[in-house]
């Protein structure tokens, strides 16, 4: 009974086809109207003033991309007041990063007020899928991705590791107050 | 044996030296030179700016942006990097015939431009054009003793040119029929195999039109169908191969499209189906060469349409002594800017066609091979048979 059923609620729908009348079928007027159009488009992109033509094309080195805001790009770490980085080796980043590409280890630090600081930060930027949840997660701020600059290209794998230095010098100082308000 | 030896006096060494320069300028200079931009201006910069793009623009001469310009850079790299490529021979390919398959692509297109003329006979004497058959008479001295026509634009002058030039083109037929069975590789057989069949089919309704442009103007010379296309009709209107043959002229335009084997025609070649056809196993400059070759083809065929239905280096109205419009004073021109004339006209109609396939080639979609055949078999055959017969009516009536 119920095989019954679907058999009756299959949906056949019939695709009307146009037909095409003579003049459409001996192909010679559809043709002259498509060679019309790039023969348009044609002309309008041979023609000297390069604004009035139709190209898309951004002449990138020219012409640089402006990013959005928010765009996410190069890493960065942020600084402390006195230069030192900011990050506490808390591995909320690590831990949250679906590439698995953040490597930290953390040391103990001079000053008793700090408990912990990373001594290796690496960031394998070929793994990397640029998703910015490790900014997201760090509790401190201490990492960003908002340089609005791309990662330069590798020639190497082993310059693809992007270490603690050179993250920080990209890095400033951030308005969160370290420690929290209170703190 | 050895009796032509004898004339070689200083007057044959100026013509051996007149033929090679000729074979030099138009050959290396002109074919060459239209080939092998056509790869980068028409294949990259024209579709580039049909499709709203720009095209390569990027490389440069020792890193000066000026030399940027047209992308013309890239083409140097491109012949660079073709020579410099590693040259693989598919293992099981026969070694004798995969290296002459390029040359017999490639070579037939280059030897058909012998028929091709640029201009008329050059005329020693002054020219004087009759008013009535507007034929051109070439005079010597006050006594208008006859002075000589020589052949200075056309590399050799035969009354069986268009046999010749078809006789050779069908050669590459060879050429890609053999580089496909030589490669040892089933993509390169069915690419060979499909362009044998499309070259074949398509040469049946060429031939066709051609019999009815020989019918109307009674010669198989390149050149003096040339001549002729100059006289006009009803005192007004030139005798191009257009205009007495129009539809010769659209049949013949299309099968010598599908002839050059490029887009839309190519299914030879088809990345997902056979890969690039019989070119597959081709690397280095023997893909260059194969390559070169399709182009230098296209332009041999748009000199072809040129010569048969365009007037080749005939000007509307322009003779020998200057332009006769009708019913008009004749303008007088030195005889020097009507060959300046001639050879820029015959020159503009080629690139002009040029363009022209490379237009239609960015605007059709790609046909499926059994489309190709129907419109080859079903379509262009029984037209291009119709056309003769009518033709040949016309012809027998007037
Ligand atoms: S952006 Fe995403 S993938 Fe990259 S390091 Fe941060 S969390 Fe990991
Ligand atoms: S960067 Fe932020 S989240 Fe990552 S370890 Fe340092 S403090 Fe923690």
New interface residues.
């Given amino acids: 009974m119920s095989a019954k059923k679907t058999e009756n609620t299959v949906v056949v729908r019939k695709v009307v086809r146009r037909k095409m009348n003579f003049a459409e079928r001996t192909y010679i007027p559809e043709f002259a109207k498509g060679l019309a159009v790039t023969m348009r488009q044609f002309f309008k992109n041979s023609q000297p003033n390069v604004e009035k033509r139709d190209t898309f094309t951004r002449m990138y080195p020219e012409e640089k991309t402006v990013y959005p805001d928010r765009y996410r790009g190069h890493h960065r770490l942020m600084l402390r007041d006195d230069g030192q980085v900011r990050c506490v080796a808390c591995m909320c980043c690590s831990t949250v990063c679906p590439a698995n590409c953040i490597h930290i280890t953390a040391a103990e630090h001079d000053d008793i007020s700090i408990e912990k600081y990373p001594s290796v930060f690496v960031i394998d930027e070929l793994r990397c899928i640029m998703c910015g949840l490790c900014v997201d997660a760090c509790p401190c701020d201490a990492i960003r991705m908002d340089s609005g600059e791309h990662i330069q290209p590798f020639g190497e794998r082993g310059e693809a590791f992007l270490n603690r230095d050179l993250l920080m010098s990209k890095g400033s100082l951030s308005m969160a107050v370290q420690g929290g308000e209170n703190g | 044996m050895f009796d032509f030896l004898a004339p070689a006096t200083a007057e044959f060494l100026v013509e051996l030296l007149i033929t090679f320069v000729k074979v030099v300028l138009i050959v290396f200079v002109f074919v060459m030179g239209v080939a092998s931009a056509m790869t980068l201006l028409g294949d990259r910069k024209?579709s580039?700016?049909?499709?709203?793009?720009?095209g390569p623009n990027r490389a440069m001469l020792f890193g000066l942006p000026f030399t940027r310009i047209l992308g013309i850079p890239h083409f140097i790299a491109d012949g660079i990097k073709m020579i410099l490529k590693e040259n693989t021979v598919p293992d099981g390919a026969h070694k004798g015939l995969h290296l002459l398959a390029p040359a017999l692509v490639f070579a037939p297109s280059l030897i058909g431009w012998a028929g091709v003329p640029f201009m008329d006979f050059y005329c020693t004497g002054s020219i004087t054009v009759d008013p009535n058959t507007y034929r051109e008479i070439c005079a010597v001295g006050p006594n208008g003793e006859p002075g000589v026509w020589r052949n200075y634009f056309q590399i050799m002058n035969f009354n069986a040119g268009l046999l010749f030039a078809f006789a050779i083109a069908a050669v590459s037929v060879y050429g890609a029929a053999i580089a496909g069975w030589a490669s040892n590789s089933k993509f390169s057989l069915l690419g060979g195999l499909r362009s044998s069949a499309q070259m074949i089919s398509y040469e049946v309704s060429m031939g066709l039109c051609l019999a009815g442009v020989l019918m109307i103007f009674g010669t198989l010379d390149l050149n003096e169908m040339a001549r002729q296309q100059g006289y006009l009709l009803w005192g007004w209107l030139p005798m191009w191969g257009i205009v007495v043959q129009p539809l010769g002229f659209f049949l013949f335009f299309l099968a010598g499209m599908a002839e050059t084997k490029r887009a839309p025609f190519d299914v030879p070649e088809g990345e997902s189906e056979i890969v690039a056809g019989y070119i597959t196993e081709y690397s280095s400059m023997k893909f260059g060469i194969m390559q070169l070759g399709e182009y230098v083809a296209v332009v041999f065929i748009s000199a072809l349409i040129a010569i048969l239905f365009l007037g080749a280096w005939q000007v509307p109205f322009l003779f020998g002594d200057g332009f006769h419009f009708p019913g008009m004073e004749t303008i007088e021109i030195p005889y020097i800017v009507v060959i300046v004339l001639r050879i820029g006209s015959m020159l503009f109609k080629i690139l002009f066609l040029v363009w022209l396939q490379f237009?239609?080639r960015?605007?059709?979609p790609r046909f499926r091979y059994d489309q190709i055949m129907v419109l080859g078999w079903k379509i262009l055959l029984p037209l291009a048979l119709a056309n003769l017969v009518v033709t040949a009516f016309i012809a027998a009536i007037l």
Avoid: D, E, F, P
Avoid at chain 2, 48 to 54: F, M, Y
């Fill in positions: 024209q580039a700016k049909i499709q709203n793009r720009v237009m239609m960015w605007t059709l």
